[in-house]
């Protein structure tokens, strides 16, 4: 069995930063090493733990199962540490040059970081704040490793090691024009069913499923036209005679810019309950409180 006693701390500092980086280059610049010290360090924790903890590949260099298993409990472990030896440093959004990576849609950014940017602009003027899309990562694997720090989205199922917060729900509404036909009716189905929909094809749940209500329902089948993300929804449906079914909060957002406006669809949609995610490893990080409890100060409805 092995003790602390057994193992050189930094160790553990370089293993953590390999499971998270996946690059030995990237990990020597980030600890201010050389790349031999880094590859010594790591043969020594290969001998340490009679694993190759992980193995060389295209894609860098990718942890063994048994580095997955022990991943956790070491940046747990480390996490421990630095709290400890930092017992009286509290973050100071005043003071904090700190940087916040958010993973969300792009319809979450047009939602969040405008009112989130400017807040933080007034209250936390140093700190700076990135959004990563959702669909360019595994965004669970990022929340665990420290990689993002916060996720928003409308997850229904999540795993026991993340922690959440519900913001608020909102329904699915269709967006057109201004001076539409549907425009200041109520839209029977049959007329829902016959207008040109523009499909926002996203993958990412939970809006899969609201495409997949719409295809049941035979929009999908005769949609001729596909986009990726909603960004570009408003541009579209705003020079076009086509219509889009979209979160209610992008429409509340783009209805004036755009000129647009929007309905409840014909059909029943599930709503969207929208929350922020955060792994329990970082409950206790006061600069994810802090951000976690401006966020819910800005959205919770």
Not at 63 to 88: D, S
Not at 187 to 194: G, I, N, P, Q, S
Request: glycine share 4%.
């Amino acid at each position: 069995m092995l003790t602390p006693a057994d193992i050189d701390l930094n160790l553990l500092v370089v293993f953590q930063e390999v499971f998270q980086q996946r690059h030995v280059s990237v990990v020597a610049r980030r600890l201010g090493l050389s790349q031999p010290t880094v590859s010594n360090s790591l043969a020594r924790l290969r001998r340490t733990f009679g694993d190759e903890l992980f193995v060389r590949t295209a894609q860098g260099m990718q942890p063994t199962p048994y580095a997955q298993q022990i991943a956790e409990p070491i940046a747990n472990a480390l996490l421990n540490v630095r709290q400890a030896l930092n017992q009286q440093e509290q973050f100071a959004p005043l003071q904090s040059n700190r940087h916040f990576v958010i993973a969300m849609t792009d319809a979450g950014e047009i939602h969040f970081m405008p009112p989130l940017l400017e807040h933080c602009n007034s209250v936390a003027p140093g700190i700076g704040i990135s959004s990563v899309r959702l669909s360019a990562i595994d965004w669970q694997d990022a929340l665990a490793t420290g990689k993002v720090d916060l996720v928003v989205g409308a997850f229904a199922e999540v795993p026991e090691s993340l922690y959440h917060r519900r913001l608020f729900s909102q329904h699915c509404v269709t967006m057109f024009r201004q001076g539409h036909p549907f425009s200041g009716k109520k839209v029977a189905l049959a007329d829902f069913l016959k207008a040109r929909h523009l499909i926002v094809a996203s993958q990412e749940s939970p809006y899969n499923l609201i495409n997949e209500r719409l295809g049941k329902a035979g929009v999908n089948q005769s949609a001729q036209f596909r986009i990726p993300y909603f960004t570009s929804a408003p541009y579209i449906v705003s020079t076009t005679d086509m219509v889009v079914t979209v979160p209610q909060k992008l429409a509340e957002r783009a209805s004036i810019p755009f000129n647009l406006a929007y309905i409840r669809p014909p059909l029943r949609l599930p709503p969207l309950h929208t929350s922020i995610f955060w792994h329990r490893r970082f409950n206790q990080d006061s600069g994810n409180q802090w951000l976690r409890a401006l966020i819910g100060e800005i959205f919770v409805e």
